[in-house]
Protein backbone atom coordinates (compact mmCIF):
# COMPACT_ATOMS: atom_id res chain seq x y z
CA UNK A 1 0.00 0.00 0.00
CA UNK A 2 1.13 3.67 -1.11
CA UNK A 3 0.56 6.49 0.93
CA UNK A 4 1.25 10.21 -0.21
CA UNK A 5 1.58 12.78 1.82
CA UNK A 6 1.11 16.16 0.35
CA UNK A 7 0.53 19.63 1.28
CA UNK A 8 0.02 23.09 -0.61
CA UNK A 9 3.75 24.00 0.85
CA UNK A 10 5.34 20.37 -0.05
CA UNK A 11 7.38 20.07 -3.27
CA UNK A 12 7.14 16.45 -3.42
CA UNK A 13 5.33 12.93 -1.86
CA UNK A 14 7.09 10.34 0.56
CA UNK A 15 5.54 6.88 -1.26
CA UNK A 16 6.45 3.81 1.08
CA UNK A 17 4.96 0.25 0.57
CA UNK A 18 4.12 -2.55 2.84
CA UNK A 19 5.45 -6.00 2.35
CA UNK A 20 2.66 -8.43 1.82
CA UNK A 21 3.11 -10.20 4.98
CA UNK A 22 2.88 -6.93 7.09
CA UNK A 23 -0.30 -5.34 4.92
CA UNK A 24 -2.02 -8.83 4.96
CA UNK A 25 -1.27 -8.58 8.99
CA UNK A 26 -2.77 -5.03 9.63
CA UNK A 27 -5.73 -5.71 7.39
CA UNK A 28 -6.52 -8.88 9.55
CA UNK A 29 -6.09 -7.09 13.17
CA UNK A 30 -8.35 -4.78 11.36
CA UNK A 31 -11.01 -6.95 10.76
CA UNK A 32 -10.59 -8.89 13.07
CA UNK A 33 -11.34 -5.91 15.34
CA UNK A 34 -14.45 -5.09 13.68
CA UNK A 35 -15.73 -8.27 13.21
CA UNK A 36 -15.54 -8.78 16.92
CA UNK A 37 -16.74 -4.86 18.08
CA UNK A 38 -19.72 -5.87 15.24
CA UNK A 39 -20.76 -8.97 16.55
CA UNK A 40 -21.11 -7.35 20.21
CA UNK A 41 -22.88 -4.39 19.13
CA UNK A 42 -25.37 -6.90 17.18
CA UNK A 43 -26.11 -8.92 20.36
CA UNK A 44 -26.91 -5.93 22.20
CA UNK A 45 -29.50 -5.11 19.70
CA UNK A 46 -30.38 -8.91 19.46
CA UNK A 47 -30.84 -8.52 23.36
CA UNK A 48 -33.09 -5.14 22.98
CA UNK A 49 -35.01 -6.63 20.33
CA UNK A 50 -36.16 -9.81 22.74
CA UNK A 51 -36.90 -7.63 25.91
CA UNK A 52 -39.84 -5.50 25.55
CA UNK A 53 -39.45 -3.72 28.51
CA UNK A 54 -36.17 -2.68 26.92
CA UNK A 55 -38.70 -0.72 24.05
CA UNK A 56 -40.02 1.46 26.99
CA UNK A 57 -36.94 3.43 28.33
CA UNK A 58 -35.39 6.34 26.71
CA UNK A 59 -31.98 5.10 28.14
CA UNK A 60 -31.71 1.82 26.34
CA UNK A 61 -33.48 3.10 23.11
CA UNK A 62 -30.64 5.85 23.02
CA UNK A 63 -28.29 2.85 23.85
CA UNK A 64 -28.70 0.45 21.15
CA UNK A 65 -28.96 3.71 18.49
CA UNK A 66 -25.45 4.36 19.54
CA UNK A 67 -24.75 0.53 18.90
CA UNK A 68 -26.25 0.79 15.73
CA UNK A 69 -25.00 3.30 14.98
CA UNK A 70 -21.27 2.51 16.08
CA UNK A 71 -21.95 -0.89 13.50
CA UNK A 72 -22.36 1.20 10.64
CA UNK A 73 -19.15 3.40 11.11
CA UNK A 74 -17.20 0.62 12.12
CA UNK A 75 -18.52 -0.92 8.63
CA UNK A 76 -17.61 2.16 6.29
CA UNK A 77 -14.68 2.94 7.64
CA UNK A 78 -12.94 -0.55 7.88
CA UNK A 79 -14.24 -0.81 4.06
CA UNK A 80 -12.57 2.29 3.37
CA UNK A 81 -9.58 1.18 4.87
CA UNK A 82 -9.43 -2.18 2.90
CA UNK A 83 -10.24 -0.60 -0.71
CA UNK A 84 -7.86 2.27 -0.01
CA UNK A 85 -4.89 -0.28 1.68
CA UNK A 86 -6.10 -2.32 -1.51
CA UNK A 87 -6.42 -0.16 -4.38
CA UNK A 88 -4.47 2.80 -2.77
CA UNK A 89 -7.26 4.54 -5.31
CA UNK A 90 -10.90 3.88 -6.14
CA UNK A 91 -13.65 6.57 -8.02
CA UNK A 92 -14.32 9.33 -6.35
CA UNK A 93 -18.22 8.77 -7.11
CA UNK A 94 -17.72 5.04 -4.64
CA UNK A 95 -15.45 7.36 -2.30
CA UNK A 96 -18.04 9.47 -1.24
CA UNK A 97 -20.62 7.19 -1.09
CA UNK A 98 -18.40 5.54 1.49
CA UNK A 99 -17.03 9.05 2.91
CA UNK A 100 -20.51 10.40 3.85
CA UNK A 101 -22.34 7.64 5.87
CA UNK A 102 -18.75 7.22 7.43
CA UNK A 103 -18.83 11.62 8.60
CA UNK A 104 -22.41 11.35 9.51
CA UNK A 105 -22.11 8.33 11.72
CA UNK A 106 -18.88 9.76 13.79
CA UNK A 107 -20.56 13.32 14.47
CA UNK A 108 -23.76 11.00 15.78
CA UNK A 109 -21.37 9.70 18.36
CA UNK A 110 -21.00 12.32 20.54
CA UNK A 111 -24.22 13.64 19.76
CA UNK A 112 -26.07 10.97 21.08
CA UNK A 113 -23.32 10.42 24.19
CA UNK A 114 -24.88 14.11 25.16
CA UNK A 115 -28.31 13.45 24.93
CA UNK A 116 -27.86 10.12 27.08
CA UNK A 117 -25.66 12.63 29.50
CA UNK A 118 -28.88 14.85 29.67
CA UNK A 119 -31.11 11.53 30.37
CA UNK A 120 -28.84 10.79 33.08
CA UNK A 121 -29.32 14.43 34.32
CA UNK A 122 -33.22 14.07 34.33
CA UNK A 123 -33.05 11.09 35.97
CA UNK A 124 -31.22 12.16 38.85
CA UNK A 125 -31.64 15.92 39.06
CA UNK A 126 -35.50 16.14 37.97
CA UNK A 127 -36.92 12.35 38.97
CA UNK A 128 -40.61 13.52 39.36
CA UNK A 129 -40.51 15.29 35.85
CA UNK A 130 -38.61 11.98 34.31
CA UNK A 131 -41.68 10.43 32.77
CA UNK A 132 -43.06 13.54 31.03
CA UNK A 133 -40.10 14.80 30.04
CA UNK A 134 -38.20 11.68 28.72
CA UNK A 135 -40.64 9.93 26.44
CA UNK A 136 -40.01 6.86 24.22
CA UNK A 137 -41.90 9.54 21.22
CA UNK A 138 -39.17 12.20 22.49
CA UNK A 139 -36.18 9.75 22.35
CA UNK A 140 -37.12 9.04 18.88
CA UNK A 141 -37.88 12.41 17.71
CA UNK A 142 -33.69 13.26 19.44
CA UNK A 143 -32.82 10.22 17.47
CA UNK A 144 -34.20 12.05 14.24
CA UNK A 145 -32.40 15.06 15.07
CA UNK A 146 -29.76 13.62 15.53
CA UNK A 147 -29.04 12.28 12.28
CA UNK A 148 -30.31 15.34 11.02
CA UNK A 149 -27.70 17.96 12.33
CA UNK A 150 -24.87 15.10 11.55
CA UNK A 151 -26.33 15.18 7.64
CA UNK A 152 -26.28 18.99 7.63
CA UNK A 153 -23.02 19.01 8.23
CA UNK A 154 -21.49 17.12 5.13
CA UNK A 155 -24.20 17.54 2.90
CA UNK A 156 -23.03 21.06 2.15
CA UNK A 157 -19.75 19.77 1.19
CA UNK A 158 -21.77 17.54 -1.63
CA UNK A 159 -22.94 20.56 -3.17
CA UNK A 160 -20.03 22.93 -2.70
CA UNK A 161 -17.90 19.98 -4.66
CA UNK A 162 -20.62 19.70 -7.35
CA UNK A 163 -20.14 23.33 -8.06
CA UNK A 164 -16.59 24.06 -7.62
CA UNK A 165 -15.29 20.88 -9.00
CA UNK A 166 -15.43 19.95 -12.99
CA UNK A 167 -17.89 17.08 -14.22
CA UNK A 168 -14.95 14.22 -14.93
CA UNK A 169 -13.22 14.82 -11.26
CA UNK A 170 -16.07 12.23 -9.96
CA UNK A 171 -14.91 9.92 -12.75
CA UNK A 172 -11.72 10.35 -11.12
CA UNK A 173 -9.24 8.15 -8.92
CA UNK A 174 -8.79 9.25 -5.29
CA UNK A 175 -7.21 8.17 -2.61
CA UNK A 176 -10.22 8.07 -0.71
CA UNK A 177 -10.38 10.27 2.61
CA UNK A 178 -12.33 13.18 3.15
CA UNK A 179 -10.37 15.67 2.46
CA UNK A 180 -9.28 14.35 -1.10
CA UNK A 181 -12.68 14.54 -2.06
CA UNK A 182 -14.43 17.72 -0.50
CA UNK A 183 -11.06 19.65 -0.95
CA UNK A 184 -12.25 23.46 -1.82
CA UNK A 185 -11.28 26.02 0.90
CA UNK A 186 -14.92 26.42 1.71
CA UNK A 187 -15.32 22.34 3.11
CA UNK A 188 -12.15 23.29 4.32
CA UNK A 189 -13.35 25.78 6.96
CA UNK A 190 -16.88 24.61 7.01
CA UNK A 191 -15.00 21.39 8.56
CA UNK A 192 -13.15 23.16 11.05
CA UNK A 193 -15.99 25.38 11.94
CA UNK A 194 -18.61 22.21 12.44
CA UNK A 195 -15.96 20.36 14.45
CA UNK A 196 -15.10 23.47 16.95
CA UNK A 197 -19.15 23.84 17.35
CA UNK A 198 -19.71 20.40 17.86
CA UNK A 199 -16.92 20.13 20.35
CA UNK A 200 -18.13 23.06 22.53
CA UNK A 201 -21.52 22.26 22.53
CA UNK A 202 -21.21 18.64 23.59
CA UNK A 203 -18.94 19.63 26.55
CA UNK A 204 -20.91 22.29 27.80
CA UNK A 205 -23.92 19.49 27.91
CA UNK A 206 -21.57 17.39 29.60
CA UNK A 207 -19.77 19.16 31.99
CA UNK A 208 -23.42 21.20 33.16
CA UNK A 209 -24.99 18.03 34.00
CA UNK A 210 -21.72 16.48 35.71
CA UNK A 211 -21.67 19.15 37.49
CA UNK A 212 -25.45 19.36 38.42
CA UNK A 213 -25.17 15.21 39.20
CA UNK A 214 -22.21 16.16 41.29
CA UNK A 215 -23.83 18.41 43.67
CA UNK A 216 -26.64 15.85 43.91
CA UNK A 217 -24.50 13.34 44.81
CA UNK A 218 -23.40 15.00 48.07
CA UNK A 219 -26.72 13.77 49.60
CA UNK A 220 -25.24 10.49 49.55
CA UNK A 221 -27.74 9.03 47.18
CA UNK A 222 -26.34 5.59 45.81
CA UNK A 223 -28.25 6.62 42.73
CA UNK A 224 -26.68 9.66 41.97
CA UNK A 225 -23.18 8.60 42.86
CA UNK A 226 -23.43 5.90 40.02
CA UNK A 227 -24.86 8.55 37.77
CA UNK A 228 -22.31 10.50 38.26
CA UNK A 229 -19.82 7.99 37.27
CA UNK A 230 -21.26 7.57 34.36
CA UNK A 231 -21.42 11.06 33.47
CA UNK A 232 -17.56 10.77 33.86
CA UNK A 233 -17.73 7.79 31.69
CA UNK A 234 -19.81 9.89 29.39
CA UNK A 235 -16.71 12.44 29.51
CA UNK A 236 -14.17 9.58 28.45
CA UNK A 237 -15.95 8.49 25.86
CA UNK A 238 -17.22 11.74 23.77
CA UNK A 239 -12.89 12.77 24.47
CA UNK A 240 -11.83 9.62 22.59
CA UNK A 241 -14.68 9.79 20.06
CA UNK A 242 -14.06 13.40 19.28
CA UNK A 243 -10.07 12.98 19.19
CA UNK A 244 -11.26 11.99 15.36
CA UNK A 245 -11.53 15.69 14.90
CA UNK A 246 -7.86 16.56 15.29
CA UNK A 247 -6.64 13.06 13.81
CA UNK A 248 -5.72 15.24 10.41
CA UNK A 249 -3.66 17.91 12.02
CA UNK A 250 -1.52 14.89 14.74
CA UNK A 251 -0.95 12.45 11.67
CA UNK A 252 0.74 15.26 9.42
CA UNK A 253 2.68 16.25 13.01
CA UNK A 254 3.50 12.39 13.06
CA UNK A 255 4.58 12.25 9.51
CA UNK A 256 6.52 15.21 9.81
CA UNK A 257 8.74 13.70 12.90
CA UNK A 258 8.69 10.40 11.69
CA UNK A 259 8.68 10.49 7.40
CA UNK A 260 9.66 6.93 6.64
CA UNK A 261 6.38 5.04 9.09
CA UNK A 262 4.17 6.37 7.10
CA UNK A 263 1.91 3.49 6.73
CA UNK A 264 2.56 2.84 10.48
CA UNK A 265 1.33 6.15 11.34
CA UNK A 266 -1.78 5.83 9.47
CA UNK A 267 -2.58 2.36 10.93
CA UNK A 268 -1.86 2.80 14.41
CA UNK A 269 -4.09 6.43 14.45
CA UNK A 270 -7.11 4.71 12.67
CA UNK A 271 -6.94 1.69 15.47
CA UNK A 272 -7.11 4.49 18.30
CA UNK A 273 -9.32 6.86 17.15
CA UNK A 274 -11.79 4.70 14.90
CA UNK A 275 -12.03 1.52 15.89
CA UNK A 276 -11.00 1.26 19.99
CA UNK A 277 -13.74 4.11 21.10
CA UNK A 278 -16.30 1.52 19.71
CA UNK A 279 -15.28 -0.61 21.71
CA UNK A 280 -15.54 1.26 24.60
CA UNK A 281 -18.45 2.02 23.87
CA UNK A 282 -20.30 -1.50 23.93
CA UNK A 283 -18.35 -2.11 27.52
CA UNK A 284 -19.09 1.40 29.05
CA UNK A 285 -22.97 1.37 28.47
CA UNK A 286 -23.97 -2.12 27.66
CA UNK A 287 -22.33 -3.84 30.51
CA UNK A 288 -21.95 -1.84 33.37
CA UNK A 289 -25.97 -1.66 33.60
CA UNK A 290 -27.43 -4.91 35.82
CA UNK A 291 -30.20 -5.23 34.40
CA UNK A 292 -29.21 -5.04 30.36
CA UNK A 293 -25.55 -7.00 30.87
CA UNK A 294 -27.90 -9.82 32.60
CA UNK A 295 -29.66 -10.36 29.63
CA UNK A 296 -26.79 -9.65 27.55
CA UNK A 297 -24.47 -12.02 28.86
CA UNK A 298 -26.91 -14.91 28.44
CA UNK A 299 -27.26 -14.09 24.85
CA UNK A 300 -23.33 -13.33 24.02
CA UNK A 301 -22.55 -16.85 26.06
CA UNK A 302 -25.86 -18.96 24.72
CA UNK A 303 -24.31 -17.95 21.03
CA UNK A 304 -20.55 -18.52 21.72
CA UNK A 305 -21.76 -22.26 23.03
CA UNK A 306 -23.82 -23.07 19.92
CA UNK A 307 -21.15 -22.04 17.48
CA UNK A 308 -18.53 -24.52 19.72
CA UNK A 309 -21.23 -27.25 20.50
CA UNK A 310 -23.02 -27.38 16.95
CA UNK A 311 -19.98 -29.01 14.83
CA UNK A 312 -19.66 -31.48 17.86
CA UNK A 313 -23.45 -32.65 17.68
CA UNK A 314 -23.23 -32.57 13.74
CA UNK A 315 -20.06 -35.64 14.06
CA UNK A 316 -21.86 -37.40 16.30
CA UNK A 317 -24.99 -37.58 13.91
CA UNK A 318 -23.30 -38.72 10.77
CA UNK A 319 -21.63 -41.59 12.72
Request: glycine share 2%.
Amino acid sequence: MNFSTKDGNATGSVNLRDTLVTAVGKTMTVVVLGVTIVYINATMVHTFNQHHIFYLNPRYILLIHLALNDMIQLTTSISLFILTYAFQSIYTSLCVLLVLPAIVTTHNTPLNLAFMAAECYVSVCIPLRYNDICTVKRTHVIIGIIWAISSLSVLPDVFIMLATEPPAFLHSRVFCQRDRVFRSSYSMKKRDASHALFLVVVWIVLFYTYFRILFAAKAANADAKKARNTILLHGLQVLSTMMVYVQPMFIQFLVYLFPGGITSIHFVTFIIYQILPRCASSIIYGLRDVTFRKHFKRYLVCAVTVNIIRPENTLKIDS
